[in-house]
């Protein structure tokens, strides 16, 4: 792999203004995906902060609070999804397969792409031993073939968390693409000691509702009118190539009364424009990319 000075050995620089220019299946050139987070917490672990503050043990506030999406949140995501007609990927921790299996056989009959999301969010990737994580990503593995019949395609480490040595342990462990790395609207190949591995674009800190409304504080129309004002923007720039739009849903947020009729005047204004885009899941979005000529998608 090539060194460079400012440390970064993953990936080239690439303007997006210059790349070859693709398109996605008939003809489109934006992509479109929308990622349900369902995740599972260990009870007496900090889940992570609210509107409030960071909870103190035994942080029954931030559980709760959670545990409220699969319990009501979820249900009310997937009916604005199966009213309109638009798939997801579900970002899953394990132990969901646990403790709500029900809300992944919903997700399972629709359709949906499983990803593979960590065991639970209650640890962190940036933590582990090498071997540690290495047993992890295993048991995720067998969990989700156990399930679903086939291991997961795709990763997003809980907290978007990273280790040194996650990509080569993905590539070495079978996953075909990452989403923990935003650094571009298109589709990049990723270098590992193992091979080439695809970072699928997801809004880790924009169009993400946990970021959004947690951390910066922005409004249910703020948010709404941001997701909104991305897809116009993208579709109007897809013209001259590829991009791909991702908006990123947490149950416990989302899956609020007053933020499903946000949702809904989203969903109906992509739909509007549905048969300019490619509504997919990132699964397939790398499937497609992996079947162009070597050379048209940089740093492989």
Not at 29 to 49: D, K, M, Q, S
Not at 181 to 205: C, E, N
Not at 283 to 296: D, F, K, N, Q, T
Request: aromatic share 12%.
């Amino acid at each position: 792999m090539k060194k460079f000075e400012h440390g970064n050995d993953r990936y080239d620089y690439s303007a997006i203004v210059t790349r070859p220019v693709y398109d996605w299946p008939e003809g489109k050139r934006l992509a479109v995906y929308f990622a349900l987070n369902i995740e599972g917490f260990e009870f007496g672990r900090n889940p992570g902060n609210d509107f409030t503050s960071m909870p103190s043990a035994p942080y029954h506030r931030g559980y709760a609070y959670r545990d409220y999406g699969n319990r009501v949140g979820v249900w009310r995501i997937l009916r604005e999804f199966e009213s309109f007609g638009f798939p997801l990927a579900v970002l899953a921790n394990g132990s969901v397969y646990d403790v709500c299996p029900e809300v992944l056989e919903a997700c399972r009959q629709r359709g949906d792409e499983m990803v593979g999301h960590g065991r639970t969010n209650s640890e962190r990737q940036a933590d582990m031993a090498p071997d540690a994580e290495r047993t992890m990503l295993g048991e995720v593995k067998s969990l989700f073939e156990r399930h679903e019949g086939k291991a997961p395609a795709g990763w997003l480490g809980p907290f978007i968390s990273q280790s040194p040595n996650t990509p080569e342990l993905l590539k070495e462990l079978g996953w075909k693409y990452m989403l923990d790395w935003w650094f571009d609207d298109q589709p990049m190949w990723f270098r590992t000691k193992h091979g080439p591995i695809l970072a699928v674009p997801y809004p880790s800190m924009e169009l993400n509702d946990l970021p959004a409304y947690v951390n910066r504080g922005a409004s249910d129309e703020e948010f709404t009118r941001m997701a909104i004002d991305a897809f116009d923007e993208q579709l109007q720039e897809s013209a001259q190539y590829p991009m791909v739009y991702c908006l990123s849903l947490h149950t416990f947020l989302t899956g609020q009364p007053h933020r499903i009729r946000q949702l809904r005047r989203i969903l109906s204004h992509i739909a509007s424009q549905r048969h300019r885009v490619w509504l997919t899941t990132p699964g397939a979005i790398a499937e497609h990319v992996a079947s162009l000529p070597p050379g048209v998608v940089p740093s492989r």
